[in-house]
């Protein structure tokens, strides 16, 4: 099962910026979709932005809309996440996900059908 690592969490001030990544142990090329989510303490895990291969396109959470882009590199298998003009709301920590199987294919990318996670990288934005 292809294992992925996320890096690049940080603490930043409001307005700032910061570039996730998620290292997968395998060809990205081979998934279905890959998305990031995150978790605030005591707030359910939320979908942040997805990216389905094969050209089907990226999707965002309302609230990033503008400010994040998710992008692949499947020669380099990774995931990135570039986040800009962060917010305090923004501070969680931050998941990628693989969808090998395809099932967000027809469950959504918000739906957490997906086969492997990674282990989270913190991010903290102050006011």
């Known amino acids: 099962q292809v294992q992925l690592m996320e890096s690049g969490g940080g603490s930043v001030q409001a307005g700032g910026s910061l570039r996730l990544s998620c290292a997968a142990s395998?060809?990205?090329?081979?998934?279905?979709?890959m998305a990031w989510f995150r978790q605030a303490p005591g707030k359910e895990r939320e979908g942040v932005a997805a990216?389905?291969?094969?050209?089907?396109?990226?999707f965002y959470t309302d609230s990033v809309k503008g400010r994040f882009t998710i992008s692949q590199d499947n020669a380099e298998n990774a995931l990135y996440l570039q986040m800009n003009s962060l917010k305090p709301e923004d501070t969680a920590m931050y998941y990628c996900?693989?969808?090998?199987?395809?099932?967000?294919?027809?469950?959504?990318?918000?739906?957490?059908?997906?086969?492997?996670w990674g282990q989270g990288t913190q991010v903290t934005v102050s006011s």
């Open positions: 996900a693989a969808d090998m199987g395809g099932r967000t294919v027809v469950a959504g990318w918000k739906s957490g059908e997906y086969d492997a």
């Open positions: 395998e060809s990205t090329s081979s998934t279905y979709s």
């Open positions: 990216i389905y291969t094969g050209g089907v396109g990226t």
